[in-house]
């Protein structure tokens, strides 16, 4: 087998994992300090990729430039559906809380499919079809640009998380949350601004999305698969491990896509996650709790 | 049996008697369409109790549940489809190997102490692999479908379910009251006791000697196969099986919807939930069809909607509320 086709295939799914890897980073954030999972993830990273096809068949935009509106609306909204409802739930059993997300999830799917029909919406950029060409390798150039900004945005919120005092307070509710409470940190409030910034990553995400898939609900259950997923392969709580993860299942998706068949690439994700669950439940780079 | 009976107060007894009477006696008054309903709940009231024994009395939280499901179905068509063995027989086949499935992902679970969402994962793992795989196998039909002949002129050998509504109507029946059965049965038994003890703190079951171990994998077995036997009915009732439907994780959705909703870990709430759910997914397609509104998705748009109101004001289930409204509080759960 010639090694730079390999090298190229290996290459593709480091580029497509950096940008799932965002995509799980918000589902850990939200995981990781209100204890909830987000059942609804893959579903706002839909509805942020018929933003990003709206924004760019309307305006013109680049999706590198639609993901900063994109990310602050998904902030706002996800805000708002923590203080409004979500909160509500915090503390309660997993049954009830994931009910209360997919039956969102329900609701954002068929809404999407009510709006937009079942086709896929491709967003077809100027230079989607342009590429590097680096000794023997073609590496497209839109999926360069979408992990420069994968990688971009997560700095940004790792940054964030680490200098900032609403960060360092946030973590402090991950880390303790009674101690969180008794000096006196708004909880709920740092709550809603978690899920905020979750639905930001998965906002920003979704418009990076554009350029490895076309926007389709029926991406949508899958891609909460993916994101929970990947969180549970690179850790629980750990930002570096969403993304080591979203490598991990970028690479391991586009070797089993070229090698078998694409229809079983998901297979080996799920195959990794019980080796993964079995022998180090806490995840790659979780700590042990 | 008597025990359980007289557990029930009196003004329960003499509604349960009415309602198992008109159910019995339905099918003479109602047509096909409300028949075809009826086979829905009872097939979800009866694999919603399997799920509800694993969850809502075990706490053990499956969301993979379409994989036994999905195994009993194809396994006893496939048996019916190469080697003509009837699903009477095929049932037990596809019970075994769900169950067998079940002990898999029960053992990895439990023996490496996966809990709770990390739990369901695994559930949700084990069901997507085998939708793929299942996909890409050839025997079973692949992504095209497996689909069961229908013979009119078998249609009187109701041994091997080739018959019309009202053989699926009575044997849909059967199935959800013998649940309903096994579950008040097992709940006041010591596996049952265990199981709490187990759910409300696993720790201080273990430190009074409860093998919560075995008392988590007798409750896999037990749900796997029973759900094993719901897929078996549904197999022969649609007489055709999608690896994307069978195994989806929207179908496990579908097979937690009723217990949650109508009440976990009580014997009656996936009957009522059963019973809210399928009419209400019915009842909006007609409403939808009525006002002229065509587009896919708005049914289940509502759908969401309901779900997300019942678990916001019922957070216990309707069942808890409706059975206050009846006065029957002093039954037991």
Redesign the interface.
């Known amino acids: 087998m010639n090694l730079a086709i390999i090298l190229n295939v290996v290459i593709q799914g480091v580029l497509t994992g950096l940008v799932y890897g965002l995509m799980a980073l918000g589902l850990s954030v939200i995981f990781g300090v209100v204890r909830m999972?987000n059942f609804a993830h893959g579903e706002f990273a839909v509805v942020a990729m018929y933003a990003t096809y709206l924004l760019f068949v309307t305006f013109g935009l680049d999706p590198l430039i639609s993901l900063l509106p994109i990310a602050a609306a998904f902030f706002l909204i996800g805000f708002l559906l923590q203080a409004a409802?979500v909160n509500?739930f915090v503390g309660?059993s997993?049954?009830?809380q994931?009910?209360?997300l997919?039956?969102?999830?329900?609701?954002i799917?068929?809404?999407?499919?009510?709006i937009f029909?079942?086709d896929a919406r491709p967003t077809n950029l100027p230079y989607s079809f342009d590429s590097y060409a680096i000794g023997p390798m073609f590496i497209d150039k839109a999926r360069v640009y979408a992990a420069i900004g994968a990688l971009v945005v997560s700095a940004a919120l790792f940054a964030f998380f680490r200098y900032t005092a609403t960060g360092t307070a946030i973590r402090a509710c991950a880390d303790n949350l009674t101690g969180a409470a008794v000096v006196g940190l708004n909880v709920k409030h740092l709550y809603a601004l978690t899920f905020g910034l979750g639905l930001a990553c998965v906002g920003a995400a979704g418009a990076l999305m554009v350029t490895i898939a076309d926007a389709s609900p029926l991406l949508a259950?899958a891609f909460t698969?993916l994101a929970?997923?990947i969180v549970?392969i690179g850790g629980l709580g750990s930002m570096a491990g969403a993304l080591v993860g979203g490598l991990l299942i970028g690479v391991s998706e586009a070797l089993a896509s070229f090698f078998l068949?694409p229809?079983?690439k998901?297979?080996f994700s799920?195959?990794l996650?019980?080796a993964v669950?079995?022998l180090r439940?806490q995840g790659l780079m979780g700590r042990r709790a | 049996m008597r025990a359980m009976w007289s557990a029930i107060p009196r003004r329960g007894r003499v509604i349960l008697l009415v309602l198992v009477a008109l159910l019995l006696t339905a099918p003479l008054a109602l047509d096909r369409y409300f028949i075809s309903v009826l086979i829905l709940i009872f097939y979800f009231a009866f694999v919603g109790q399997a799920w509800n024994i694993m969850?809502g009395f075990a706490g053990q939280?499956s969301?993979g549940h379409a994989l036994y499901a999905g195994l009993g179905g194809y396994v006893a068509a496939l048996l019916w489809f190469y080697f003509g063995i009837g699903p009477w027989l095929g049932v037990f086949a596809g019970v075994a190997i769900a169950a067998l499935f079940g002990a898999v992902i029960g053992w990895?679970g439990f023996r490496?102490?996966?809990e709770?969402?990390?739990f369901?994962?695994?559930t949700?793992?084990?069901a997507?692999?085998t939708r793929?795989?299942f996909?890409?196998m050839a025997f079973t039909g692949g992504?095209g479908g497996l689909f069961l002949l229908y013979d009119a002129s078998r249609a009187h050998e109701w041994w091997n379910l080739r018959g019309g509504p009202l053989l699926f109507y009575y044997l849909g029946f059967a199935l959800a009251a013998g649940a309903a059965l096994l579950t008040a049965w097992l709940a006041r038994s010591r596996i049952g006791f265990q199981w709490l003890a187990v759910r409300e703190d696993q720790e201080a079951a273990l430190s009074l000697g409860i093998d919560a171990f075995r008392a988590k994998m007798i409750a896999i077995l037990i749900s796997s196969s029973m759900t094993a036997i719901g897929g078996v009915l549904l197999a022969f009732y649609y007489n055709s099986l999608f690896p994307a439907q069978a195994f989806d994780?929207?179908r496990s959705?579908e097979i937690?919807?009723a217990p949650?909703?109508g009440g976990?870990g009580t014997i009656f709430g996936p009957i009522v939930g059963a019973f809210i759910l399928t009419p209400l997914g019915e009842g909006l397609i007609a409403l939808t069809a009525k006002f002229g509104i065509d587009?896919?998705?708005?049914?289940?748009?509502f759908?969401?909607?309901?779900?997300?109101v019942i678990?916001?004001l019922r957070?216990d289930g309707v069942w808890p509320w409706l059975k206050r409204m009846l006065g029957l509080d002093e039954t037991k759960p």
Do not use: C, W
Not at chain 1, 109 to 114: I, K
Not at chain 2, 303 to 308: F, H, P, R, S
């Open positions: 999972v409802l509500r309660r997993e049954h009830e994931f009910i209360l997919v039956g969102l999830a329900i609701i799917v068929n809404g999407l499919l009510m029909g079942p259950q698969l929970f997923t549970i068949a229809s079983m998901s297979m799920f195959a996650l019980v669950l079995v439940p | 969850m939280l969301l990895l490496f102490g996966i709770g969402v990390y369901a994962l695994l949700i793992a084990f997507e692999f793929i795989a996909d890409n992504a994780i929207s959705i937690i919807l949650i909703i976990l587009v896919p998705g708005t049914k289940a748009v759908y969401g909607l309901t779900l997300m678990i916001t957070p």
